[in-house]
């Protein structure tokens, strides 16, 4: 079944090819103007600081290697320089971890916690603009299988962080396992990150379907990482779309946040030594306007999402996290 529907989507992708050449330039000018609309819509907007409780942003994409990490990092980074505090949970035990982009070396993660040796407090890693970084390392992996009482001070722990941060940022592991459900299924916004390869976007798109069967009604929120033109990005989230619609997956629908270009300088990031992320090392570059952008559409739908339902708090979020893990 899976591999049905990927090949159709890699037909429908060539099948796109061919009329792209065509179409680049026409879909260059309508998205500069629908964009260019959307941000004179998030200008207008006051970016108040304190948003009663606690939101919650699952970064996730299907594949590894398509940026998440690096999203993470720099999102919170731009969330932090309009003002708001901003923890990031390390969740994905990839190779180049939240701390290892930051710099920092963590003494303690999650799994400290759980054992009732540290307290939240202790763990966390002060990380630039005073960004919170908690290391959720082996913690993280053991969620599924905690004992209640384990559970239990997670939760009450976890639920500490309200005081402290704003905006919670999960880097979630890759693949659509239960753990990293968990995460996405809790969340109060799912950001999907893909790049412009069909291998990777096929994941994302099975990522979609798997949200969609467990939950109905999910807004994805997508944007297309390490694009060569915009034009590119555009292509993705249209593939996207037309196959979720053709299959009628029960979501609510793909909200296309734009793109991130393919940067040399984010590429080389760990490997020429740089001390900090992308967007604080190269704030003058494409690539850090458009994370900028990007955070400022995310905490304009955040607000949206905020008003549109019951305020729950932090604690009831990890407790659905721990639950959506156990199903
Ligand atoms: N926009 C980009 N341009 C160039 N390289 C990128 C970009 N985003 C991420 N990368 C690189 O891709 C690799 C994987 O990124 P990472 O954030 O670790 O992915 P993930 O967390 O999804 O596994 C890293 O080497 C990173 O520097
Ligand atoms: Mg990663």
Redesign the pocket.
């Known amino acids: 079944m899976k591999n049905d529907q990927a090949t159709q989507l890699r037909q429908l992708i060539e099948a796109k090819k061919k009329s792209a050449v065509a179409q680049s330039q026409k879909s260059a000018r309508s998205i500069s103007t629908s964009r260019k609309a959307q941000l004179d819509k998030n200008k207008s907007q006051p970016l108040e600081s304190s948003l009663n409780g606690l939101k919650t942003i699952a970064i996730t994409?299907g594949k590894?290697?398509?940026?998440?990490?690096?999203?993470s990092a720099n999102l919170a980074v731009s969330m932090a320089q309009l003002g708001f505090r901003v923890g990031i949970l390390d969740a994905?035990l990839?190779l180049?971890n939240i701390d290892v982009l930051f710099r920092l070396t963590p003494k303690y993660n999650l799994r400290h916690v759980l054992t009732g040796e540290k307290r939240i407090d202790d763990i966390i890693l002060p990380g630039p603009l005073g960004i919170s970084i908690i290391p959720g390392s082996s913690g993280i992996q053991a969620l599924a299988d905690l004992p209640a009482g384990m559970r239990q001070i997670l939760i009450q722990e976890l639920g500490r962080l309200e005081e402290l941060i704003d905006y919670l940022i999960i880097?979630t592991p890759?693949g659509i396992g239960d753990n990293v459900l968990s995460f996405v299924l809790s969340a109060d916004l799912i950001l999907a990150?893909t790049e412009p390869d069909p291998m990777a976007y096929t994941d994302a798109y099975a990522l979609i379907k798997t949200i969609s069967r467990r939950k109905l009604n999910q807004t994805i929120y997508l944007v297309v990482?390490?694009v060569r033109s915009m034009a590119q990005g555009q292509e993705v989230y249209e593939t996207l779309q037309t196959v979720s619609q053709r299959y009628q997956l029960s979501i609510r629908g793909i909200n296309y946040m734009g793109y991130?270009?393919?940067?040399?300088k984010?590429?080389n990031?760990?490997f020429l030594g740089s001390q900090k992320p992308f967007v604080l090392e190269h704030p003058n570059t494409r690539?850090a306007k458009c994370f900028q952008n990007l955070a400022k559409k995310l905490l304009y739908h955040l607000r949206r999402v905020s008003r549109g339902k019951i305020e729950r708090d932090t604690q009831d979020f990890f407790s659905q996290v721990l639950t959506n893990n156990s199903d």
């Open positions: 994409g590894g290697g398509v940026g998440k990490t690096n999203m994905d990839g180049a880097d890759a990150v990482n390490k991130i270009p393919y940067e040399a984010i590429r990031a760990l690539g």
